[in-house]
């Protein structure tokens, strides 16, 4: 049977073992994956870990407050905050192919945690040395979809595998890499992590960044956090929450559409949603919500999303499609 404190018990060793003295950071998406992948590096190394969480300015709403403290508190575990969302937007300006923004975002990432470790070293006192050391919370999944299992397609290149630059210093710890969703999800309660992190639905690295199609602005941003923001209000008010594997809400921002509110035309543009249910994200299957929730979720984002005069429901499965949209 498949047990997960002999693989916490064997990944602790093995971390140890790799470490040594040396000083390792971990970056922190406010996903369930990193978040595991961190305690459990915690376990074996402890004070020895600092964790980064990057503000891409990608964010959903609530989200950088969610890590800050809620994580913080619930580990105990030492945490840089880095606002980087100029550096990110500025770098994705102009740009709306999906590999692109992947492989930027990818790339952004890596060089915002090379800039926190000369902050990590200097809280450790080991001045002069590096973090040789970078632990990620890649699973199974993540590599097989960026071309890296055995002879895979790259489907999509997942933001810590085939979205990684080549010139990377960091050595990875990746001690999820072998799991899937269920089983990081086991390890994570069995470290004691509590359930409002273990059983967040899963929310990709590249943030709302891959959910506007079309170019990355702030504006485009602003909007798409708020009707995401509704839309997961409603599913958890109506105790949808562990009924579906994820819903990303997607802003097809460059189609536009003619509406009418209150006796004035509008030409906005349509919001999508994309609720599915899946056991590991490598197949799913869209999720048949109940229409009351899907119609309040409608009526809200077109009341109090200026610009969005339509929404839409998509019922594809994976395959043919894919759960994010880029
Ligand atoms: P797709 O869209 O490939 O998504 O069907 C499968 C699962 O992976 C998530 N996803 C990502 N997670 N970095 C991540 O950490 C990424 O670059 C990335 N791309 C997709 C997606 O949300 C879904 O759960």
């Not at 790259?154 to 933001?159: E, M």
Request: proline share 5%; hydrophobic share 40%; net charge negative.
């Amino acid at each position: 049977d498949w047990d997960p404190s002999s693989i916490i018990e064997d990944q602790v060793a093995a971390i140890r073992a790799k470490v040594g003295s040396d000083q390792v950071i971990c970056g922190l998406s406010g996903g369930v994956d990193s978040a595991v992948a961190a305690a459990l590096v915690h376990k074996a190394i402890g004070d020895q870990l600092t964790c980064v969480f990057v503000d891409h300015g990608l964010l959903r709403k609530g989200e950088a407050q969610q890590v800050k403290h809620d994580f913080v508190a619930a580990t105990g575990i030492k945490l840089i905050a880095v606002d980087a969302s100029e550096d990110f937007l500025g770098a994705l300006k102009g740009v709306s192919e999906p590999e692109r923004k992947r492989k930027i975002i990818g790339e952004k990432f890596i060089r915002t945690f090379e800039k926190a470790q000369r902050q990590v070293i200097e809280e450790a006192g080991k001045a002069g040395k590096e973090v040789k050391f970078l632990v990620q919370g890649t699973l199974y999944p993540d590599v097989v979809e960026s071309g890296g299992g055995d002879g895979a397609a790259n489907i999509k290149s997942h933001h810590n595998v085939g979205g990684l630059p080549k010139d990377i210093h960091f050595e990875l710890i990746e001690p999820l890499r072998t799991l899937f969703k269920d089983e990081v999800r086991a390890i994570g309660s069995q470290l004691g992590l509590p359930d409002e992190i273990v059983w967040r639905q899963p929310f990709p690295g590249p943030g709302l960044g891959i959910r506007i199609i079309g170019e990355i602005t702030r504006p485009r941003l602003d909007l798409l956090r708020e009707a995401d923001a509704i839309a997961r209000e409603e599913l958890s008010a109506a105790g949808l929450d562990r009924d579906i594997w994820q819903c990303p809400v997607v802003l097809l921002a460059d189609v536009h559409s003619v509406g009418v509110q209150g006796d004035e035309r509008t030409y906005g543009s349509p919001v999508v949603l994309r609720p599915v249910s899946s056991e590991d994200a490598m197949t799913a299957d869209w999720s048949r919500l109940p229409y009351d929730v899907l119609a309040r979720i409608s009526t809200r984002i077109t009341n109090e999303c200026p610009g969005v005069n339509r929404v839409v429901l998509d019922v594809t499965s994976k395959p043919p499609a894919t759960i994010e949209w880029e």
